[in-house]
């Protein structure tokens, strides 16, 4: 496991001790516990916190009251007053009442995990669609909280769990919030509706989509960048990349398809984040092929591909074909890189390899576009040699005495959609040629 590094800066505006419960039942796996708050630490520095300490606090189950009982409060008060804290953001969802309690013992601003999650995606939306998302996320995640955000509402600073919807909105009465809400679905519909009549015109061309998904910072924007040199932000940053980019992709044969980098996985995302951006993970349910990226450097990129399969399954994608990609390899020991494997097809390549890349490019050609097929078709059906150039790549044509033979690497797609017409015209054709043959035997 990597060290938690603590950095201390007294300009920023958000000074934080980072907390931590370990149940009796999350001790079975202590391991995955001391990962999720290194994560923590990572997403509040992503989200310009000063991280001061982190705490952790081992228990039976949660108190109730104050999550992590009255004796650890005083603990992480005196802490706080120690280090001249102003923020105590803890790693788990609280409630209401909860962050209520813990306002008035501590009288610092009170966080939770979904909430930093929240505030990192509310400063790194760019579109119209996410920023939409992002707030309606944010609405819905704290409308049964309201009660409970009385210090964080009243910093009019910013800073983190005040940015995005804004205090005006969120000090108004329930209903109007609600009314917000429904308003926002509203506008969400309409540029969903607006992406759908995008996904079928590419699909009506017959233009392959490929989804790029991952776990937060495997380097999907790096692939994309890498395989089509397309102007995307890259930071080593958990959720550097929020907003969807799709850029066209030309593959060995000369063929475009289209390849879309959606928004990291990251474990415990918030459900109501995972609702409001499903339209943008949706991405991958209408894509041809899905591209796994792992981050093969990472200890814990068995937990990741976990996570990331766990959220394809609720999003209805996990049964699309799928590459997994070990992203990073040259970050792995000879010895690392030979233990690395997966379920199904996989590669192990690096991004900035030039020849991983087109070992890349040439594995989706010929996941996309399937078997080589030869067809015979006569100089008088036209029709059925335009097919050729329709059902995928043409390789290589001949003439046989009064026909036309193509070699054809299949578009299995656009195949499907007119192999009965050739199939039936192939078997005609083998009953008339067989018919020729008993009249001559004769």
Not at 201 to 206: F, P
Not at 280 to 308: G, K, Q, Y
């Amino acid at each position: 496991m990597k060290a938690v590094s603590h950095t201390v800066e007294q300009d920023v505006a958000d000074r934080a001790i980072l907390v931590s419960l370990v149940t009796q039942k999350q001790k079975k796996n202590e391991e995955l516990a001391e990962y999720s708050l290194y994560e923590l630490v990572q997403l509040a520095e992503t989200a310009g916190v000063a991280v001061l300490d982190t705490m952790t606090q081992y228990k039976e189950s949660k108190d109730t009251k104050w999550f992590i009982g009255k004796g650890k409060v005083e603990e992480l008060k005196a802490k706080l007053e120690e280090l001249g804290g102003n923020t105590a953001i803890f790693d788990q969802e609280l409630s209401g009442a909860q962050v209520r309690n813990l306002e008035a013992a501590l009288d610092v601003k009170i966080i939770d995990r979904t909430q930093l999650i929240l505030d990192i995606f509310a400063q790194r939306a760019k579109t119209r669609e996410g920023i939409i998302q992002v707030e309606l996320a944010q609405l819905t995640y704290l409308l049964p909280r309201l009660s409970g955000q009385g210090k964080n509402l009243s910093r009019l600073g910013g800073g983190i769990g005040t940015r995005g919807p804004g205090e005006s909105k969120l000090e108004t009465d329930r209903r109007h919030i609600r009314g917000r809400i429904d308003e926002l679905k509203s506008q969400l519909a309409e540029v969903t509706k607006h992406r759908t009549l995008h996904r079928e015109r590419r699909k009506k061309s017959g233009v392959f989509q490929v989804a790029l998904v991952g776990y937060t910072n495997a380097g999907k924007s790096t692939l994309l960048k890498q395989l089509t040199q397309a102007d995307v932000y890259i930071e080593n940053q958990l959720f550097a990349t929020l907003d969807l980019t799709s850029r066209t992709m030309t593959l060995p044969s000369g063929k475009e398809i289209v390849i879309t980098d959606t928004v990291g996985f990251i474990q415990n995302l918030p459900h109501d984040l995972v609702a409001a951006f499903r339209a943008t993970l949706e991405e991958a349910n209408e894509a041809d092929l899905i591209l796994h990226v792992v981050d093969s450097s990472s200890d814990m990129r068995s937990e990741h591909m976990r996570v990331v399969a766990e959220v394809l399954e609720e999003l209805g994608a996990h049964q699309k074909e799928q590459l997994t990609i070990f992203n990073k390899i040259d970050q792995c020991s000879q010895e690392e890189q030979e233990l690395i494997t997966a379920p199904g097809e996989f590669l192990k390549i690096t991004a900035f390899s030039e020849a991983d890349l087109e070992l890349l490019r040439n594995t989706i050609q010929d996941k996309l576009m399937g078997d080589t097929k030869t067809f015979r078709i006569p100089a008088n059906r036209g029709d059925h040699q335009a097919l050729m150039y329709r059902i995928g790549d043409v390789l290589e044509t001949d003439v046989n005495e009064d026909a036309m033979v193509f070699k054809v690497r299949l578009n299995k797609e656009d195949y499907a959609k007119v192999a009965y017409q050739l199939t039936a015209y192939e078997e005609q054709l083998a009953q008339h040629e067989a018919g020729q043959d008993e009249g001559e035997k004769q």
